[in-house]
């Protein structure tokens, strides 16, 4: 069974940072990407970043420049730097672990992230 927990999110103040972890229980790398997504209330989850394999990142524009997506093959941990957050960034982070050979995706269960003005 594939799991996925997420750490290290809280409250800050608005250009304040968290840093994001998210811990699997198996070698991150038999997954073809990893990545963040958030969702805040009334609103559908969203993509923030991921990582390929590889090591290819992507982010969504909104982040860019102030988030980065890196992770830790050897302690199996993903990480998410949030830098100068802003009120709009509040929301539930969600690590996300996805299986292309079979079609699966993986979730942890959220960790909140809240952001005031």
């Known amino acids: 069974q594939v799991q996925l927990v997420e750490s290290g999110g809280g409250l800050v103040q608005a250009g304040g940072s968290l840093r994001l972890s998210c811990a699997a229980s198996?070698?991150?790398?038999?997954?073809?990407?990893m990545g963040w997504y958030r969702q805040a209330p009334g609103k559908q989850r969203e993509l923030v970043a991921t990582i390929t394999r590889g090591g290819s990142t992507n982010y969504a524009d909104s982040v860019k420049d102030r988030f980065t997506i890196s992770r830790d093959n050897a302690k199996n941990t993903v990480h998410l730097q949030m830098n100068s957050l802003r009120p709009e960034d509040t929301a539930v982070y969600y690590c996300?672990?996805?299986?292309?050979?079979?079609?699966?995706?993986?979730w942890g269960q959220g960790t909140q992230v809240t952001v005031s003005s």
């Open positions: 198996g070698n991150i790398l038999v997954f073809n990407a």
């Open positions: 996300n672990a996805h299986l292309a050979p079979i079609m699966s995706d993986y």
